[in-house]
């Protein structure tokens, strides 16, 4: 019988924490990749200056609307994807692609209602 016990190195325990994120839209986190740093940047600036928040309850308030308005325009990327793969036919009507489309019009129901509730 195999006596695996999982990583030990701080590196493995990281690596392995990220084995079941397909999208990271369920991250506490904001996923930002390389290249998507300049956009992330970008709005992170936007909203600091259009919000102007000041103090711990303003920060934190901050924090989810760009959090949630990030989450926004990746699912809008991750939906427009779908519909190249459906070669231009509506992802929801698509056998291939429907339920991720349905799965991805959930969340960004749910990162609106986060905007507009902070």
Known sequence: MSEKTGPRTEAGKAASSR???RHGLTSMKPVVTE????EFGALEAHLRFSLAPTGFLEELTYSRILISAWNMQRVLKLENALLEYSLGEDPLNHPDTEKQAAL???YYA???GSYRAN
């Open 35 to 38: 290249a998507d740093r300049p």
């Open 19 to 21: 084995n079941a994120m």
């Open 104 to 106: 991805y019009q959930r």
């Open 110 to 112: 749910r990162f609106e």
